[in-house]
Structures are given as C-alpha cells and as structure tokens.
C-alpha cells in the first residue's frame, strides 16, 4: 500500500511539472517540498516561496516544515522581497533558537539588511541593521562558518557609516560651517578608526586648523597622517597646506627681525626730539607760528 502511495505521490509530481501548474493542495509534504525547490531552482522564486510556505502550514508537524520555514525566506530573498524574508527569518528564529540552522537565519537576515544599502549620501538604517544583525550572529555563533563573512560585511557597513559622516562633514566645510564641519570628521575619527576615510578625515583637521590659524594643531594632525600615511595622497595635500604656513611664519618672523625694540625711556627721548626740532618741522618761521596760534585764537 506504501508502494501504491509513494507511486501516485510520484505520478502527481510529474504531472504537475509537466504542466507547470503546481496544485499544491493535493501534495504531500516531501514532494510539495521538491517541487518548491525546483521551482527555487528555475529562479521561480514567487512560486518556490509560496511552496515552501504551504509545507510549513499544511504540514506543520512533517520533517520538511522546519527546513520549508526557512527556505521559504531564502526563496523571498532571492526575490529581492527583503521585508516578507525578515518576518520568515523572524519566526525562524523565534519557534526553532536550537536549530542547526539558526545561525544562517541570523546570516541571512543580516544581508537582507546589507543588500539594501545604497550609497554613502542615502539614509543609512539599512546600514546599522545590517550591522547590529552580524554582530549578533557573531556574539551568538562566533564559531559559525558565517562568522568571519560577517566580521567583513561590519568591516564595509562601518565604511558606509563614515563616509555618511564625511559627506555631512563636507557638506558644512564647504558652507563655511567650521566648527560643525569638524565635530563630524571627529566623530570619524573617534568611531571608525580601521575605516578607509581615516586618512581623509585627518587632512581635513589639518585644513580647518589652518584656516582657524591654530598651526600646532594642523602640523600636529598632519604629523600623525605622516605617520600613518606617507604616500598617501592626502598626506600630500595636507604638505602643501604645511607648506604655505611655513611660509607665513618664515615671512612673520622676517618682519619681527627687522622691527626694532622701542624701549619706554625711548619713547621719552623721541618726544624731546620732535619737541626740539619744532621748529624745524613747522611749515611756517617760528615768529609766523606763534602769530597764527594767536589768530586762531
């Protein structure tokens, strides 16, 4: 009689294949299951997700509904269907936290966040899901075969995050907003440090210091970008920056050499100087001056 059944169950699959109509309330759990797949396969992802979904409700306690779960949200994913493939994920992740697999519904979930990211001057909650998500599944799995692809995607959603912050950071330099424009390449720089805006972060500093005037400051970043970056290209735009103040204090202390120290009692003796030789600086003889005086009286 198994035989009998198994035969028609087989029978059934192929006529439904055959006309690329699955009558899916006339199957039983493991070929309803097959069928989604192949269905997963032909890139069919609507149908594979719909398939998989009917094992799990019509067949709650068979041993394909745990695995239909989740691969009705990686049918979703595929779709690009990113919110329904989070509430499959979810629940995944909510009725089965022991399962072999649960792992991967945190993995999956993370690039259904990931995958939604666009770029640096969009909004970035994407981003911060993306990222609270792979941190989770590694805190949870660290010894997963998900883990490091995780640890890379952070590594790249950190990157996304800092370039928004520099972006914005741009945004105020170039509005003459300056302090605004540094409190944000300061938070690059205290937040994303292994990201690769470092090293422009850092130039801007020295770029705003410069403008403020505060040298110390700028050759002190500027230091640092030496350090860290010595063929890096805004390591050279920060030089030329270095340059130019060198410049100014080269010419600034020109000038304070060649002005002479006036002392007090100077001072004194010039007044008694010019106050001599009165009558010498006076357009008028002494005689027509005081006369003049007394007429403008």
Sequence with gaps: MKKIYA?????????????????????????????????LEKTKYEKAATGFEKVETDHPYSQWAV???????????????????????D?????????????????LKGMCYYDQITTADKD????????????????????????????????????????????????YLQDGNYLSAINRFNV??????????????????????AIFGMDKYADGYYKILQNN????????????IMKKLGKKEAKQAQKDEVK????AEDVKEEKGF??????????FGKNEAEDKVAGDK
């Design 274 to 283: 010019w106050s001599k030789t009165a009558d010498f600086l006076w357009p």
């Design 124 to 171: 970035q909650s994407d981003t911060v899901k993306a990222e609270e998500t792979f941190k989770l599944l590694i805190a949870l799995f660290p010894e997963s075969k998900y883990a490091d692809d995780a640890r890379n995607k952070i590594r790249l959603t950190e990157d996304y995050r800092a370039g928004q912050e520099m972006k914005v950071g741009r945004y």
């Design 188 to 209: 690059v720089l205290e937040e994303y440090q292994t990201t690769i805006q470092i090293e422009e972060a850092l130039y801007r500093q020295v770029e705003i210091y």
């Design 91 to 107: 629940r995944f992740i909510k009725y089965h936290p022991g399962n072999k697999d649960v792992a991967y519904a945190y993995y």
């Design 229 to 240: 970056y010595p063929n890096g290209k805004w390591t050279e735009k920060a030089g030329k």
């Design 7 to 39: 035969l028609l169950g087989f029978i059934l699959l192929l006529t439904a294949c055959a006309s690329g109509k699955e009558n899916f309330d006339d199957m039983a759990a493991e070929d309803l299951y097959n069928v989604s797949w192949e269905n």
């Design 260 to 263: 002479p120290e006036v002392k």
């Design 67 to 89: 695995k239909a779960k989740l691969m009705s949200a990686y049918s979703y994913y595929k779709d690009e269907k990113y919110d329904d493939a989070i509430l499959a994920l």
